[in-house]
């Protein structure tokens, strides 16, 4: 008995780390999810199942670590919209909302630079600015309201009655 709770005990222990290591993981903090990752493996060397997708996160964050790829030259909207979402999924919140921002001066009306950037201003906690970059995108594609109204990344705004108001469908 007592032997197989320390099993239940050590297994805990060892859940807990690869979510810790995970958590960084998905912020993407790459260096220290490696590290996490490394420890993880070290400290855990028993949990077969765990430790081959550690190994796997582990060399993917390696790899999204390294230097970032050259971006070609962007031209059209879609040539922006491709880049800004790249940027946001290696973490570059910032640099995705730049890249929105300039593309958004050739053409203020483009709803899907519209929906992007207020993703990526919710992101970044600036809900007003938010609000008003996705009501404008919803007034230029109405299906952008359903798709907002499942977008994780306005979490933060679901509650309110302005979000409502622009996401509502009937």
């Known amino acids: 008995m007592k032997e197989e709770k320390s099993k239940k005990d050590e297994y805990q222990k ?3 780390a690869y979510g810790d290591a995970m958590k960084e993981f998905r912020k993407s903090k790459w260096d220290k999810a490696q590290e996490s990752f490394g420890a993880f493996i070290e400290k855990f060397p028993a949990e077969r199942d765990l430790v081959a997708r550690a190994r796997t996160y582990q060399s993917i964050a390696a790899e999204r670590f390294k230097e970032p790829r050259e ?7 879609e040539d922006y919209v491709s880049a800004a979402v790249y940027k946001m999924n290696t973490g570059a919140a910032e640099e995705a909302l730049k890249l929105v921002e300039k593309a958004l001066k050739s053409d203020p ?3 899907r630079l519209l929906y992007l950037q ?3 201003l919710c992101r970044r906690g600036r809900l007003d600015e938010s609000l008003e970059a996705l009501r404008q995108a919803v007034a230029g594609e109405k299906a952008y309201r359903i798709l907002a109204q499942n977008e ?4 933060p705004l679901w509650e309110d009655k302005r979000f409502k108001a622009i ?3 009937s």
């Open 167 to 169: 996401t509502k469908t």
């Open 152 to 155: 994780v990344d306005f979490a």
């Open 118 to 120: 207020a993703d990526l």
């Open 71 to 77: 971006i070609p030259a962007l031209k059209t909207a």
């Open 109 to 111: 009306a483009d709803a």
């Open 14 to 16: 060892a859940l807990t």
